[in-house]
């Protein structure tokens, strides 16, 4: 999000080049949360999805994470 503001920002006609990406993209129904949004032909999750979804993998796969917390907590120890 902050990204688009920056390029509408450096843009004087925000309007035109924007048609291409539009047609380029088509509306998708997430297969998750079953919400309309707006993706590439494959994509199957909206953008929440989509990052809650890597979220929950990334946990899955550092299933180690007591290491992590445990020193998360050490830390926080320390800050308090
Ligand atoms: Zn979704």
Same mark, same amino acid.
């Given at each position: 999000?902050d990204? #688009?503001s920056?390029?509408?920002?450096g +843009? ?6 924007r048609?291409e990406?539009?047609?380029m +993209?088509?509306?998708e129904?997430c #297969?998750?949360c079953?919400k ?8 199957y999750f909206c953008? #929440?999805?989509?990052i809650?979804r890597? =979220?929950?993998?990334?946990? =899955? ?6 290491g ?5 907590k050490?830390r ?5």
């Amino acid at each position: 999000m902050d990204e #688009e503001s920056v390029t509408s920002v450096g +843009l004087t006609t925000s309007k035109a080049p924007r048609m291409e990406v539009t047609t380029m +993209l088509c509306k998708e129904i997430c #297969e998750d949360c079953g919400k309309l949004f707006i993706g590439g032909a494959n994509a199957y999750f909206c953008p #929440e999805c989509r990052i809650r979804r890597q =979220r929950e993998s990334a946990k =899955r796969r550092n299933l180690s994470q007591i290491g992590i917390n445990a020193r998360k907590k050490k830390r926080g120890d320390n800050d308090a």
